[in-house]
């Protein structure tokens, strides 16, 4: 064979192996992100986090569960020990979550699951939540008025409570907390709708969280409707 025809030989097999390597080059570019799949998947925290890496959604064992956040920034819980799953709004910060545990010393016994969606830049303002301590439970859907100033503030006091050096140091951050919560205006309940001991109720509250108007349906079945003033005082029953 001549050089020449050699020649030519070889650009028409660069030209063949060309065109089989383009249409896998294409697939390879078109397949996007690698996917998995498992039978079965052990594992103590997963993350769902943004293209910046923000969190969007994190569930953990109480090892691993997350801290408090606000503006993408984790600061340290006090006294949470539980696990569950934590989700995160656009901009970082911490706005709800579900968590459940319990716990037994001896013959006392507690337990408690809520599901909780907080207002923008403050607490819970939604939640289904379930309670129980001693054989005394409540259960039902609450909704909270919270007050319009961030709890940032609270978070740094909470961090140092969770890295203060002794349990005195902790309770006084704690009481530090709950007297600028108080200054500050704190949170009231507006609405009860479950079950409390053997009662089922409807609670509606004012802006200060005093019950003013409770439907309930007791032990006995007997149905009544309950008008209340500011002092809690029944000022007018309907049974």
């Not at 259960?139 to 909470?158: H, N, Y």
């Amino acid at each position: 064979m001549t050089g020449k025809r050699m020649g030519q030989m070889m650009l028409i097999a660069a030209g063949f192996a060309a065109g089989a390597a383009t249409p896998a080059a294409m697939v390879m570019a078109d397949a996007g992100p690698a996917k998995s799949s498992f039978d079965e998947i052990s594992v103590k925290r997963i993350n769902i986090v943004e293209p910046d890496g923000k969190y969007r959604l994190v569930l953990a064992n109480s090892e691993r569960f997350p801290g408090l956040f606000m503006e993408g920034k984790e600061y340290k819980h006090h006294s949470r020990d539980t696990g569950g799953m934590l989700f995160f709004n656009d901009e970082g910060d911490e706005v709800g979550g579900l968590t459940f545990d319990s716990k037994t010393v001896g013959e006392h016994r507690r337990a408690s699951a809520s599901l909780m969606f907080d207002q923008y830049k403050q607490d819970q303002t939604v939640g289904i939540q379930y309670s129980e301590a001693n054989g005394q439970r409540a259960a039902g859907l609450r909704v909270w008025d919270r007050p319009d100033w961030p709890i940032k503030p609270l978070m740094e006091m909470s961090e140092r409570a969770a890295t203060a050096p002794d349990q005195a140091a902790r309770d006084r951050i704690r009481e530090e907390m709950r007297a600028y919560a108080t200054a500050k205006g704190t949170a009231a309940e507006r609405l009860f709708v479950g079950k409390t001991s053997d009662d089922a109720i409807v609670k509606l509250a004012d802006k200060s969280g005093r019950p003013r108007l409770l439907l309930r349906v007791g032990a006995s079945g007997e149905p009544s409707i309950e008008f209340l003033d500011a002092t809690g005082k029944v000022v007018k029953r309907i049974s």
